[in-house]
């Protein structure tokens, strides 16, 4: 919250903010951080009368947590990609998707440090590793756009990270051959160790309990951080 308020050039409101309830378990690599600085940026915004707008919103929770992958889309919801620019200024971009779309959360007990885990990554990747996923990934908001759940499944085949991360993930050739077996796309969702399938209407996930992993089944969030009420008794 603070580094909002020296952005906004204004006093600083001490507060605290405790978590009551979050959806979002911590080191699964679902952004549970993101959620958090995104969660600080905004109550400090409410707290000075709304004057920022997200474009600035986006700049501080970047900064706070060294990149904007996670925080943007917590933020403006939907699909996003973004990129730093020349002079430091973050950008994204929001795409449609087929409003048809669920996914399956599949969520271990196992916890991953994102900066331990990038250190199983490899110092230097091939050519063709690069170009195999480069040439998806410039593909992948259309396939997201269209719904087609095949072509998804293409689109997220990955050479780049999935390889050395996934082994340490117990269960996940589980999911992984679960997904095969229905023509279903899955993916590592950020640096692990929660996978995600993507699939449509209903999804018979029974045989998979047995891991003991928890699984939520969820859908594509369109608004992004709002705040719904507040509490009158802060002092």
């Given at each position: 919250?603070?580094?909002?308020?020296?952005?906004?050039?204004?006093?600083?409101?001490?507060?605290k903010?405790?978590?009551?309830?979050?959806?979002?378990?911590?080191t699964?690599?679902?952004?549970?951080?993101a959620?958090c600085?995104?969660c600080?940026?905004?109550v400090?915004?409410?707290?000075?009368?709304n004057?920022?707008?997200?474009?600035?919103m986006?700049?501080?929770?970047?900064?706070?947590?060294?990149?904007?992958?996670?925080?943007?889309?917590?933020?403006?919801?939907?699909?996003?990609?973004?990129?730093?620019?020349?002079?430091?200024?973050?950008k994204?971009?929001?795409?449609?998707?087929?409003?048809?779309l669920?996914?399956?959360?599949?969520?271990?007990?196992?916890?991953?440090?994102?900066?331990?885990?990038?250190?199983?990554?490899p110092?230097?990747?091939?050519?063709?590793?690069?170009?195999?996923?480069?040439?998806?990934?410039?593909?992948?908001?259309?396939?997201?756009?269209?719904?087609?759940?095949?072509?998804?499944?293409?689109?997220?085949s990955?050479?780049m990270?999935?390889?050395?991360?996934?082994?340490?993930?117990?269960?996940?050739?589980?999911?992984?051959?679960?997904?095969?077996?229905?023509?279903?796309?899955?993916?590592?969702?950020?640096?692990?160790?929660?996978?995600?399938?993507?699939?449509?209407?209903?999804?018979d996930?029974?045989?998979?309990?047995?891991?003991?992993?928890?699984?939520k089944?969820?859908?594509?969030?369109?608004?992004?951080?709002?705040?719904?009420?507040?509490?009158?008794?802060?002092?």
């Amino acid at each position: 919250m603070k580094k909002t308020y020296e952005y906004a050039r204004k006093e600083e409101i001490k507060a605290k903010i405790k978590v009551v309830n979050t959806d979002v378990p911590n080191t699964r690599g679902l952004g549970s951080s993101a959620t958090c600085v995104v969660c600080g940026v905004l109550v400090a915004n409410i707290f000075m009368g709304n004057i920022l707008k997200k474009e600035d919103m986006l700049q501080i929770a970047s900064y706070l947590e060294g990149y904007p992958d996670n925080v943007t889309p917590a933020l403006y919801g939907g699909l996003t990609a973004s990129y730093v620019t020349d002079t430091n200024v973050v950008k994204t971009i929001r795409y449609n998707i087929d409003k048809n779309l669920r996914f399956l959360a599949c969520i271990p007990s196992l916890k991953i440090n994102t900066k331990e885990s990038r250190g199983k990554l490899p110092h230097e990747l091939s050519y063709e590793d690069i170009v195999y996923n480069t040439s998806r990934l410039v593909n992948l908001p259309y396939a997201f756009l269209s719904g087609n759940l095949s072509l998804i499944k293409d689109i997220l085949s990955d050479k780049m990270h999935e390889p050395y991360r996934l082994p340490q993930i117990h269960g996940a050739e589980v999911i992984k051959n679960f997904a095969k077996e229905r023509n279903l796309p899955v993916f590592l969702s950020g640096s692990g160790s929660t996978m995600i399938i993507i699939f449509k209407d209903e999804l018979d996930y029974s045989s998979l309990l047995s891991l003991g992993w928890d699984f939520k089944v969820l859908e594509n969030d369109l608004v992004g951080a709002t705040y719904e009420e507040w509490l009158s008794n802060c002092t």
